[in-house]
């Protein structure tokens, strides 16, 4: 019987710069990428893009109204000559939220621009709204492929665009890739659509 091999995947993950849940996913795609050579891509989406218009608990609200302002300054630097400090930006924002717990963002934001010597310019963008057409665009392109109630890690994998995996831990070594193997093959299953289960951990960041 002839076997037939599959093409090397890669994968693009769309992110919120607030969102753990994002951050978390993110981070084990990186050690999958370090343990298999994956081709990761990662791509900027907005939480509050998603989030327009949905009724929401209070302290949600709150915290998607709040969440303009870095999704606005990684837009303005993905427009600007800077564009490849993206990544960079994403990670020492990220590790200041969600590893060292800075929940204010815009100190947040100033100290990575300056940590990383990027323009302080570029922190103006937080409260210019003139960015959310274009934060509505890339999160049209993340979401394109997923059902209405999806959300923030979206990851493409082979032509399909899901919501998730939602990770409460970083895996790590074998159990990274192990999963990377499981959600591919559920990617690239045409029959496959979702699958749901309850969170009972409390986030782990790093």
Same mark, same amino acid.
């Given at each position: 019987?002839?076997?037939?091999?599959?093409p090397e995947l890669a994968a693009t993950i769309?992110?919120?710069?607030?969102? #753990?849940?994002?951050?978390?996913?993110?981070?084990?795609?990186?050690?999958?990428?370090?343990?298999?050579?994956?081709?990761?891509?990662?791509?900027?989406?907005?939480?509050?893009?998603?989030?327009?218009?949905?009724?929401?608990?209070?302290?949600?609200?709150?915290?998607?109204?709040?969440?303009?302002?870095?999704?606005?300054?990684?837009?303005?630097?993905?427009?600007? #000559?800077?564009?490849?400090?993206?990544?960079?930006?994403?990670?020492?924002?990220?590790?200041?939220?969600?590893?060292?717990?800075?929940?204010?963002?815009i100190r947040n934001i100033t100290l990575t621009?300056?940590?990383?010597?990027?323009?302080?310019?570029?922190?103006?963008?937080?409260?210019?709204?003139?960015?959310?057409?274009?934060?509505?665009?890339?999160?049209?392109?993340?979401?394109?492929?997923?059902?209405?109630?999806?959300?923030?890690?979206?990851?493409h994998i082979g032509g399909r665009g899901f919501?998730?995996?939602?990770?409460?831990?970083?895996?790590?070594?074998?159990?990274?890739?192990?999963?990377?193997?499981?959600?591919?093959?559920?990617?690239?299953?045409?029959?496959?659509?979702?699958?749901?289960?309850?969170?009972?951990?409390?986030?782990?960041?790093?």
């Amino acid at each position: 019987m002839e076997v037939i091999m599959k093409p090397e995947l890669a994968a693009t993950i769309y992110v919120d710069p607030t969102c #753990p849940f994002a951050w978390i996913t993110s981070l084990w795609l990186n050690e999958v990428a370090t343990k298999t050579g994956l081709q990761v891509q990662r791509e900027l989406m907005s939480l509050s893009v998603v989030n327009e218009g949905r009724e929401l608990e209070a302290w949600y609200r709150d915290y998607n109204d709040r969440a303009w302002r870095p999704a606005r300054v990684a837009a303005g630097l993905l427009a600007s #000559p800077h564009a490849h400090r993206w990544s960079d930006f994403y990670e020492a924002f990220g590790r200041r939220r969600h590893i060292e717990g800075l929940s204010d963002d815009i100190r947040n934001i100033t100290l990575t621009l300056d940590g990383l010597g990027l323009p302080a310019g570029l922190a103006d963008a937080a409260e210019d709204e003139g960015w959310d057409n274009d934060l509505r665009r890339r999160t049209a392109a993340a979401m394109a492929p997923l059902s209405s109630d999806g959300g923030t890690p979206a990851l493409h994998i082979g032509g399909r665009g899901f919501f998730g995996p939602v990770l409460t831990a970083v895996p790590r070594g074998d159990d990274a890739v192990r999963l990377w193997e499981a959600v591919s093959i559920l990617a690239t299953t045409d029959a496959f659509s979702e699958i749901k289960g309850i969170r009972h951990e409390q986030l782990q960041t790093s």
